[in-house]
C-alpha cells in the first residue's frame, strides 16, 4: 500500500550545491502519471540502504561513511556542487589549497572503493511505500522522471543551498574568482588588497567586520541606501571602513581578473577582491516537497540530521548553511554515524521479533 502521493518537484535538482551565480535551472519533473509508469512498478525498483541526494563534498563524504559500515549506497549527483567555479578548498587540514573539481574527484574514489555507487541524474520524485515486508516497505525515489528507481531504506539530503547575488551587473561573471562570499575561505587571499562588500544588511555587516584582519582598505558598497542602523554606520566610521551609497553601473573585468567597480557619475574605482552579501536559501526544493520543514535557508532536524519526515535525514549545508567544506564533511560524517545506528537498532529490533 501507497502512503504517500508520487512527489513530482518542477525544476528539482540531483543535489547539486549551487551557487545563484550564473547557473541553469534544474532539470524539470515529470508532468503526468505516465512519466513515472517505470517507478510505480515496486519490483522493478533497484535496492538500496540508503539513497543520497546530492553529490557534493557532504553527500559524498556521508554516503563514505555508510559504505565503510557495508551498506549498500547510491549516491544521485546533478553534478553542479556551489564551489565548482572557486580555485581552491581551504581550511581543510591536508588537503589545503586543493581544487575543488580535484578534491571531489578524490572523494568519489574513495567511496567507490567500499561499493558506494554513483548515479548522474535529477531526483524527479519520492515517497513512502509500505508493501506490508519491512524488507520491501521504505522509501521510493525515481530519478530521471523514472530512468532509474530505487528502493530505500533512509534517504539523505545533501542538496546543499544556493547563494543568490546582489543584483549588479558584471558580479556574476567573477563568481568564484575575484568575487566571493566567505571570509573565512577567502579573506587570508585578499590580505592587503583593496577589498569591497557588495550589499547590505547583517550578512555585510559580519562580512566587514571580519575582512578588518585582512585589509585596513575597506570599502562598504551598497548600491543604494545601506540599511544599517545608525549605530552600525557610527561605528564603521570609527574603524576607518568607508561607505559608499552611490548608484552602481558594473563590475569591470579586464582578461578575466577584477579591474573595479564603475558608478553611474562614471568613476571606476579599483579593487583586488569583492566580498558579495549573498542571501542564502535552500538549493532544491525537494525537502520541503518530501515534508520537511525548512526555516530560512536550513532543513530542520534534531541534532542527529533527522528531519520530521520518517526515513529521511539531512547533512551538509542544506542542514546548516553556514558550514564549511570542512564543517560539511564533519556534519555529514555524525549525520552517517547516527543513521547507521538508527538502522542498527532497527535491525534489532526486527531480529528479535522474528525469534
Known sequence: MRTGAWLRPMNETGGGNRSGAGTRGYADGADSADDTDDADDMDGADRADIVVVGGGVAGVQAALVLGR??????VVD??????????????????EGTAPAELLERAR?????????????TV???RHEDAGDPARSGLRIAVDRGRAVFAAGALVLATGITEDLPDVPGLAALWGHDVVSCPYCHGWEAAGL??????SGP????????????????????????GLEPAQSERLALLGIT??????????????????????????????????????RQASPLPALLGCAVSGASVVTDTDGRTGVPGVWAAGTCADPSLTVAGAMGHATTTAIALNNALVDAETEEWAART
Open 78 to 95: 546533478g553534478g553542479h556542487p556551489r564551489n565548482e567555479r572557486a580555485r581552491a578548498v581551504h581550511n581543510l587540514a591536508g588537503h
Open 194 to 199: 583593496p577589498v569591497a562588500v557588495v550589499g
Open 69 to 74: 559500515a557495508r551498506r549498500r549506497v547510491v
Open 124 to 126: 524527479t520524485g519520492a
Open 243 to 280: 561607505v559608499c551609497e552611490d548608484r552602481v553601473t558594473r563590475v569591470v573585468a579586464e582578461d578575466g581578473r577584477l579591474a573595479g567597480v564603475e558608478f553611474a557619475d562614471g568613476r571606476l574605482v579599483p579593487y583586488g577582491a569583492l566580498f558579495a552579501a549573498t542571501a542564502r
Open 109 to 121: 574514489s574513495d567511496a567507490a572503493r567500499y561499493g558506494v555507487r554513483f548515479v548522474s541524474g
Open 203 to 226: 550578512r555585510a555587516w559580519r562580512q566587514l567586520l571580519l575582512l578588518r584582519r585582512f585589509t585596513d582598505d575597506l570599502t562598504l558598497i551598497t548600491d543604494g541606501p545601506t
